[in-house]
């Protein structure tokens, strides 16, 4: 996106129908048709993408998955092309390796699941982990979450590559929900039902979580990881957040900006998200005559609503330059930003610009306003620059080794990383053929984990709001056109909670 588009640009698509009766999905020619198509031709014979048009891809390199509504006959894998036969004789799609059996895809032995018979290090014994994704991919900010699904792809196609999690075989469903909370509650509820999905994870649906949250908590099914921006990730019990809450992050950006030397603070946040945005949620922390700011240095010295869908945020500018405010922490998405920066150059006003994990897009970096190392943003999952720790490398190489080229933004990053979260937990032991409620009890049984480096130290227990979140975040800059990570995947703390 450029920064001459204007409102219209912005608006849902059209094309997301429901068809109640048929409980058919159709996807906007703004959703993920390009991308799985992509995916597919840089994955030849490891499985084919369904069409975009039923809102469902393909599991990480299993075959392809059932049409809506089908339901595989007892002891088979519906749509497996890998002969697999029965739950405890799934073959690995990845290459046979000698060595102990059962393990999962960090290399740890499994408990609780039936041991192969094969001896082959990657040989999988149990049944098939059918795993859901919803993610905005069209409509007002589906060009946030680009990458997504096909970052799921990559992390469940390495899982299976040797012995899958725990022991079992994953297969990942996605679909778009272009940010309509009734889609999305009719997504859930037919992957639930219709598809058997064990658990959700990776959900970046700030517009629409509110229409499953209440489903999946009566049903018990869990979401693990996810965007972490909306309450439900921190007082529903079945939702295993990544990371800190987005409050965190505002904070965050106060810190950044006043380390810095910014310590005058103007912040914009969105009116189209308020319980991500808003006083409740990212810009918590962030309203003039903030005790956190004061207590890091700073002032906030302006505090104001913002539309992503403003053409043109010159009056924004010019009032933020007379409050004398150095640096503007902009909760807003990436085209937006952008074109705040422009704006506010025409002005002949050049401050700090501070962003969000959230609003970030890969295309940011194509506005020149923010080509003078003059941009930071925190996130809550590790930088997708960052290859300096093993974790952070193995997922550039498997994104590389599975798509064949980058996965730029801090979507696919997270996503990648709820599926670490689930491979984690499994390490405490699945059962040959788990339900819902093992895959809950496994999720408490994650105790200080940081992935490896991939996430802020995470333990779960069952108090609520979730606890047990270290409040730290990873830093991303743009410097020359392109997104860097100053301090590589170093988990930053600040002086900021969560929901109370």
């Not at 497996?80 to 036969?85: Q, R, S, V």
């Not at 689930?422 to 409620?437: C, D, I, N």
Request: glycine content about 12%.
């Amino acid at each position: 996106m450029h920064a001459n588009r204007t409102a219209p640009r912005r608006q849902f698509t059209a094309g997301i129908l429901i068809t109640a009766l048929t409980a058919t999905l159709a996807l906007s020619a703004c959703g993920s048709r390009r991308d799985a198509q992509e995916f597919v031709a840089a994955n030849t014979g490891t499985g084919v993408v369904a069409d975009a048009g039923t809102g469902v891809a393909t599991d990480g390199g299993l075959g392809t998955v059932p049409a809506p509504g089908a339901v595989p006959a007892p002891g088979t894998v519906a749509g497996a092309t890998d002969g697999a036969t029965s739950p405890d004789a799934v073959a690995s799609p990845g290459a046979a390796k000698p060595g102990a059996s059962g393990t999962n895809s960090s290399g740890t032995a499994a408990k609780g699941t039936k041991t192969a018979a094969t001896g082959n290090k990657c040989a999988t014994s149990g049944s098939v982990l059918i795993l859901g994704n919803i993610s905005t991919q069209s409509g007002l900010l589906g060009e946030l979450f680009k990458g997504l699904p096909e970052a799921l792809q990559v992390w469940a196609k390495a899982a299976n590559a040797c012995g899958g999690v725990g022991g079992h075989p994953v297969r990942v469903l996605s679909a778009d929900d272009g940010g309509d909370p009734a889609t999305a509650l009719t997504i859930a509820q037919r992957m639930v039902q219709n598809d058997k999905v064990l658990a959700f994870i990776g959900l970046d649906m700030p517009l629409s979580v509110a229409g499953i949250e209440r489903y999946l908590k009566e049903v018990g099914v869990p979401s693990i990881g996810g965007d972490s921006s909306e309450l439900p990730f921190f007082t529903n019990p079945m939702f295993f957040p990544i990371g800190p809450f987005v409050s965190v992050i505002g904070a965050a950006d106060a810190e950044i900006a006043i380390a810095r030397g910014a310590k005058k603070l103007a912040v914009f946040y969105c009116t189209e998200i308020p319980n991500s945005c808003g006083p409740v949620a990212a810009s918590k922390d962030l309203q003039v005559g903030s005790p956190v700011v004061k207590a890091m240095g700073g002032e906030v010295v302006l505090s104001q609503k913002a539309s992503v869908v403003a053409p043109s945020y010159t009056s924004q500018c010019i009032a933020a330059k007379r409050a004398g405010a150095e640096a503007i922490i902009a909760i807003l998405d990436g085209p937006s930003v952008g074109r705040l920066a422009t704006n506010c150059h025409a002005q002949d006003y050049k401050p700090l610009f501070l962003g969000i994990s959230l609003g970030l897009s890969g295309n940011l970096t194509d506005y020149p306003a923010l080509n003078e190392d003059n941009f930071f943003a925190p996130l809550n999952t590790f930088p997708w620059v960052d290859t300096s720790l093993p974790a952070t490398k193995k997922y550039t190489d498997d994104v590389q080794k599975y798509f064949g080229r980058a996965l730029s933004g801090p979507s696919p990053a997270m996503a990648y990383a709820s599926g670490e979260l689930l491979a984690a937990a499994a390490r405490a032991g699945l059962p040959a053929s788990p339900t819902s409620a093992d895959i809950v009890k496994a999720m408490y049984t994650v105790k200080n984990e940081t992935l490896g480096g991939l996430v802020a130290p995470l333990t779960f227990t069952p108090k609520l709001p979730r606890e047990g979140i270290t409040s730290c975040y990873f830093l991303v800059a743009i410097s020359k056109g392109k997104y860097t990570a100053p301090e590589g995947s170093k988990c930053l703390k600040v002086n900021a909670r969560g929901p109370q």
